[in-house]
T-cell receptor, first 116, second 111 residues
Framework: DAGVIQSPRHEVTEMGQEVTLRCKPI?????LFWYRQTMMRGLELLIY????????DSGMPEDRFSAKMPNASFSTLKIQPSEPRDSAVYFC??????????????FGQGTRLTVV | QKEVEQNSGPLSVPEGAIASLNCTYS??????FFWYRQYSGKSPELIMS????GDKEDGRFTAQLNKASQYVSLLIRDSQPSDSATYLC???????????FGKGTRLHILP
């Protein structure tokens, strides 16, 4: 398996523009997580899905952020309008419910977003 | 109180010595605990998972869990320069499946 695939790897956009980040989870995984990483705040959970259904979006910072998972193999994270403080590395991760009843998340390569 | 806490470091350890990384968590019902390693500019990669009290060994790595003290640690034996990275502690919070990360400890192995 190719692992979790994210695109684009790098995105530079102007303030006010819409940004869409994409993620293809590992086939067979039923959980998908979106994280944001900054030096100041570390790795923050934004939202996660189980079987394509959003379970917890309490980490989404503002209404400018939205995420969808239309099917088991694709998810998007959209920021509209983008602001400079949104600059960060955004990671997508996927996992499956292991026998222990837990999930071990596997990460994509991340999207480095810069909003100027 | 933050959900998952780690000392940010940097922690400097001589090559060949044991590196000890620590993590505390706030939710008593958490059941699953993970250690990830992240090299600069790369994504986190899973090193160890632990679910029961006690020790779990995998090669040079040992994870230790003490649920009563809400404490989990990672020991790296025979530290190598290639172990220099940021180590992230992660915990599932409550009875949910969401995984929350600490801010990480930067480890530097001195040649």
């Amino acid at each position: 398996d190719a692992g979790v695939i994210q695109s684009p790897r790098h995105e530079v956009t102007e303030m006010g523009q819409e940004v869409t980040l994409r993620c293809k989870p590992i086939s067979g995984h039923d959980y998908l997580f979106w994280y944001r990483q900054t030096m100041m705040r570390g790795l923050e959970l934004l939202i996660y899905f189980n079987n394509n259904v959003p379970i917890d979006d309490s980490g989404m910072p503002e209404d400018r952020f939205s995420a969808k998972m239309p099917n088991a193999s694709f998810s998007t994270l959209k920021i509209q309008p983008s602001e400079p403080r949104d600059s960060a590395v955004y990671f997508c991760a996927s996992s499956f419910l292991a026998r222990q009843g837990s999930t071990e998340a596997f990460f994509g390569q991340g999207t480095r977003l810069t909003v100027v | 109180q933050k959900e998952v806490e780690q000392n940010s470091g940097p922690l400097s350890v001589p090559e060949g010595a044991i590196a000890s990384l620590n993590c505390t968590y706030s939710d008593r019902v958490s059941q699953s605990f993970f250690w990830y390693r992240q090299y600069s500019g790369k994504s986190p990669e899973l090193i160890m998972s632990i679910y029961s009290n006690g020790d779990k060994e995998d090669g040079r790595f040992t994870a230790q869990l003490n649920k009563a003290s809400q404490y989990v640690s990672l020991l790296i034996r025979d530290s190598q320069p290639s172990d220099s990275a940021t180590y992230l502690c992660a915990v599932n919070i409550g009875r949910d499946d969401k995984i929350i990360f600490g801010k990480g400890t930067r480890l530097h192995i001195l040649p």
